[in-house]
């Protein structure tokens, strides 16, 4: 198993996870389903190394995004000190893998290094049980709640309640 910055030869995989993704979401989720992402987002995040993948046996098992501001979602302008986790995507060939432990090990890691004090997460809908699955991996669930300005974001966050998980590390 290794974790990688994805490259532009990735970008047809990660649009095909997830497309998988989203089919997963509206079969266990109708409520609440990713939209399809433009490609400049996710090749801009490529090429600012923020776009992730975990890679077993030659293949894409798993992959993310991370950004260092996400102001709009969190309402914490100036916030420089954490690491946001977006749109985990795991390929259904390697599902029960628990790779949303693995991420957060590796996120750790990365804030260690980048003197972060904060790894945090969210996601649209109010799913108990991934909820749950979220705090078994470490995340302190923060609540819930509807964005004030949803304007510029994905067409998920639009009107949706957004569960909000954070991870206090533990600074000298």
């Given at each position: ?14 649009f ?64 420089e ?16 893998n ?22 945090k997460?969210?996601t ?19 609540g ?23 991870i ?5």
């Amino acid at each position: 198993m290794k974790i990688t910055n994805s490259t532009q030869r990735d970008i047809p995989e990660i649009f095909r996870l997830y497309k998988l993704a989203t089919d997963f979401q509206k079969e266990k989720f109708p409520e609440n389903q990713w939209p399809e992402f433009d490609e400049k987002l996710i090749s801009n995040e490529v090429m600012e190394d923020r776009q992730f993948k975990l890679v077993i046996e030659n293949k894409i098992a798993c992959i993310w995004a991370i950004t260092y501001s996400d102001p709009q979602i969190w309402e914490d302008e100036g916030e420089e000190s954490s690491i946001y986790i977006h749109r985990i995507a795991t390929n259904p060939n390697f599902r029960g893998n628990n790779f949303v432990k693995i991420i957060v090990d590796w996120a750790k890691e990365l804030a260690d290094t980048q003197h972060k004090r904060f790894i945090k997460m969210d996601t649209c809908g109010d799913n108990e049980k991934l909820i749950n699955h979220y705090k078994k991996c470490g995340f302190d669930f923060l609540g819930i709640k509807k964005l004030n300005d949803s304007s510029g974001l994905p067409s998920h966050y639009h009107g949706a309640d957004v569960c909000f998980f954070e991870i206090k590390l533990k600074r000298p």
